[in-house]
């Protein structure tokens, strides 16, 4: 059948989301074999739209696909991947006749600590991969208007998304807390917005089976969202650990993540400590996403997401080679 074609469906969210709207009804493009759904994956690079092969009688492209690590060198690669690539998505789309499109954005185009941005919040980006993705909005929309009577377009721009599998930025920090070894930067009170991976793809497959009409927008975090002290409370309750209260000034967390910057600069070495790290952790990073909740139900909450994760992860660890690594 292969009524979706979904471009960038190896990676973290594909994987979930292909296993969702099942396997029959898909075909993946990447530049990875999937490690699930290898009989479905073509390779291609969609910076290269020779590369990029799909099927007229694909109803709805899910563009997935994206560059978004915080160490992309050289920076011109998120603007390639984020940018290029969807503009050539785009043609192949127009050359195929297919008006159905759904693409994951980003809430890193409303910048750092901003005051809960609904999706009228304007663009401020703070670093290159949130540049490039409002970039790539931007493309999606000049296409859309010019036949907006029979297109339908619905971008996802979702926070943070963790889950079983992702050895992304909620991971490291889960494991440091785990650990019962962890230091609190800051004061602790600011608030981070998460997503789970299976209400990320729950929301997806709902804008698949509506087929709307129409540009739709829609930020994607749930809630309620915890400050830095309570995620850190939930995980003490989950993992029965008594974690030490000690905490360290934002400046000096700050020095710290610069002299990582230079040894970096100098030795050619990434480490998990950047200046760019401490201060997305002690930014709030806080959205609202009260439309998505309005349009469809998340079959869970923030903490039944973020326990599967540490029951998976931690509590009763599973021997699984299939890893997923973003930010």
Known sequence: MNRYAIIGGSGFVGSKLISTIGVNNCYNLDKNVSPFFSKITNIGDIRFKDQIKISSKSKFIILLAAEHRDDVSPTSLYYDVNVQGTLNILEKMDEFSIKNLIFTSSVAIYGLNKNNPDESHIHDPFNHYGKSKWEAEKVI????????????????????????????NVFTLLRQISSGKFLMIGKGQNKKSMAYVGNVVALIKNRLEKNEQGYHVFNY???PDYNMNELVSVIEDKMKLNIPKIRIPYFLGMICGYCFDFFQKITGKKFSISSVRVKKFCATTQFNAIKAHNSFNAPYSLKEGLDKTLEYEFINPKKDDILFYSE
């Not at 339908?152 to 889950?163: A, E, K, L, Y």
């Open 141 to 168: 929309k000049a296409w859309y208007d010019n036949d907006p009577k029979n297109k339908s377009v619905t971008i996802i721009r979702p926070t943070v998304i963790f889950g079983e599998r992702n050895r992304g």
């Open 221 to 223: 975090a749930d809630k």
